[in-house]
């Protein structure tokens, strides 16, 4: 009779999507062909893959149940494929899943680099890691007025492009321009004026200051003084602040205002106009407000803009027409470049640091601290995640270059080999028996005494009781190569003595025996043949019936007694 094995087939399945973050499996395995047995096996595809790439095996494996045996089985497979493809960006693109990418807005020129972040969420609404999982490239740069073109591409898990647009819109500018004043019958003086919303050392242009009418009637004249500006400076737009015009009688008294210097950026420290009389002698008095008047020239230190009015007096004059003149602080800009950092995934985030450029005195931003607001634990690599954060100061532009965080991995650890188990304690040597004494009544003592006794001192001068004392065994660490095992450095082995020895007293033992025996046998023999008369005696030798020669036992002997009498025993 002959049992033949079942044939089975097997097959696992394949698919093929577009990456969504989640594993594509495939479990089900399809049985065919005979079968198995009962519930003698199982079976389950393994294959899973989650990030892009493939085809990859949607492996078979076979669980063995009760009563499984591989030999009864022929089995057959065929292995599915499992594959993964990039998903799109792109709201065109076929193989969009729904990413979606968030719209900037514009924002206005401040004199530093305005660079749009994107936020990239999947239709999960999972944020995307810039870096990883996309790309941000900008068409122009990001500093001056104009329309920046923002480019997404979708990279490692994803692909397509996606563009962005925001414009960088012009600052305003305001022009004021100082009121001014002149005696009649003079030519116009130099007319000024001050800038206000410049950053840093911009520029407006080339300005040109004059006067809107051609009166020269003594007499106070309204908003009549004004500017233009010549090749403007693209980041800005600007107005007019117009001034006013005095004209006063011939020999009057006049002030003018020195403007150099008004306008400037913020460095700590204090600014004031300088004014004078055209009559010598005269008092100046001063006015931020136009009403209220003091001799005190004032200072001006912090970020601002500041109109001084000043008119003069003097004994024997009309007072003076005021004239002003705009004092301009603008803010000092400062750079905070945040360090960029990293840390293994589920470590502690590291104490983060950075730079500070352009302040005029330690401590105007209050204490510094470089922070990441975002929680994201997952492996990635955050482009402007950290950023700093710091005390307000009005006298400062402050631009914070924000630093990326890299999360990387945590390794593997290998799994821990188990611990090997106690080695069992050796066992202490049995010490050798020490050689059997010879009774000191046995015939051979007279001749084995001797050597033995030579034997012992042989072997005690080659080993030496104190260094090896054969009851006390000592563990001994030796090194192949120190003592090679086939050979030993040593005159002579004591194990090799006592073994000699004991060769030497058994024989010596079994000697005696033997010649004891022989002796007893002759001696039996020969009593013997006195009993039974036979053998030849020897001539002379008496007779088995002289009383000489024949013990007689004792009156009431048992039995046998005889013969050990005869025997001597």
Known sequence: LEILPREVTLASGSATKIYDGTALELPDVTVGGDGFVGTEASVRATGSITDI???IDNTIVVEPGEGFIAANYNVVYTVG??????????????????????????????????????????????????????????????????????????????VGTVERAYNITPAPAVIRVNDSSKAYGETDPVFTGAVEGLFGDDLLGEITYSRANADEEVGNYSDVLTATVGNLNGNYTYNVEPGN??????????????????????DGQPVSVVAGASVDGSALLYSVDGSTWSDVNPEFTNVGTYTVYVKATHDGYEESAPVSATVVINPAPVTIAVADASKVAGADDPAFSGTVEGLVAEGDLGD???????GEEAAGVYVGALTALYTQNGNYEVTVLNGTFTITAAPVAPPTPPTPPTPPASPTPTPLPTPGAVPPDSPIAPVVTPIVDALQGAAEAVIGDNETPLAEPRETEIGDNDTPLA??????????????????????YGACVALRRGLFSRKLKKYEDGLTGGGDPAPGAPSISDDASAPIAPKGAPAGATLAAGLGE
């Open 81 to 158: 494929k499992l594959t993964v493809t990039s998903a799109s960006i792109d709201p065109d693109d076929p193989s969009y899943t729904g990413i979606q990418i968030n719209n900037p807005y514009d924002v206005q020129y401040n004199g530093q680099e305005q660079k749009w972040v994107p936020s990239v969420f999947d239709r999960n609404n999972h944020k995307l890691v810039a870096g990883a999982d996309y790309t941000v490239s900008y068409s122009q740069d990001v500093r001056n007025v104009g329309v920046v073109t923002v480019t997404i591409t979708g990279v490692g898990n994803y």
């Open 487 to 508: 050979s030993h450095d040593h005159a002579s082995c004591w194990v090799h003595w006592y073994i000699i020895l004991g060769i030497i007293v058994t024989a010596l």
């Open 368 to 374: 510094i601290n470089y922070v990441r607001p975002g």
């Open 53 to 55: 790439g493939g085809p």
């Open 245 to 266: 015009f005095s004209i006063v009688p011939a020999g009057g008294n006049v002030v003018t205002i020195d403007a150099t210097g008004l306008t400037k950026t913020y």
